[in-house]
């Protein structure tokens, strides 16, 4: 029944625990900072593999506006803005869980990226209008960006 309470308390909680532990034992903080940093690296490994998977669609959106093709380019971002978003909120992968920052920056990255080469109002706030009825978690900060 006790190994429940891991179940139970709330973060704060752990982490005053945490906080009261490293205080009596020099060996146990000493593995808890390197834990903790194993954690902070493997996210920042998760960043990169992340952004290794969306570069070639990045690319491929620049082509499209190197075509002169901007409403397909409006398109194309607004899929993969979609897919982000999906993932974020459906995705049962652990992968998730090292990076839990990684989608929502990489959405807000692919945004700007957007936002850098389109040149009109109505594209602008057609990508708004999506934004807030496709993505509505993330609508007030992302539609700030354009």
């Known amino acids: 029944m006790k190994e429940d309470i891991f179940?139970?308390?709330?973060?704060d909680e752990a982490l005053e625990i945490l906080k009261q532990i490293v205080k009596t034992d020099k060996k146990l903080k000493k593995r808890i900072v390197d834990l903790a940093e194993d954690l902070l690296r493997g996210e920042d490994m998760?960043?990169?593999?992340?952004?290794?998977?969306l570069e070639p669609?990045?690319?491929?959106?620049?082509?499209?506006?190197?075509?002169?093709?901007?409403q397909e380019a409006?398109?194309?971002?607004?899929?993969?803005?979609?897919g982000i978003y999906q993932y974020e909120e459906d995705s049962g992968s652990?992968?998730?869980?090292?990076?839990?920052?990684?989608p929502s920056e990489c959405f807000g990255y692919l945004l700007g990226e957007w936002k850098?080469?389109?040149?009109?109002?109505?594209?602008?706030?057609?990508m708004k209008k999506f934004i807030s009825n496709e993505c509505?978690?993330?609508?007030?900060?992302?539609t700030n960006q354009i």
């Not at 690319?59 to 075509?67: A, C, G, I, K, S």
């Not at 398109?75 to 993969?80: A, E, F, K, Q, S």
């Not at 850098?116 to 602008?124: D, Q």
Request: glycine residues 2%; proline residues 3%.
């Open 7 to 11: 179940n139970k308390i709330s973060p």
């Open 46 to 53: 998760a960043v990169e593999m992340f952004e290794e998977e």
């Open 57 to 70: 669609f990045i690319q491929e959106m620049h082509r499209l506006f190197d075509l002169k093709m901007h």
């Open 74 to 82: 409006k398109l194309y971002c607004m899929g993969m803005l979609k």
């Open 94 to 102: 652990e992968f998730k869980d090292w990076a839990t920052d990684v």
């Open 116 to 126: 850098k080469r389109a040149n009109s109002i109505k594209h602008k706030k057609e």
């Open 136 to 142: 509505p978690n993330w609508s007030k900060w992302a």
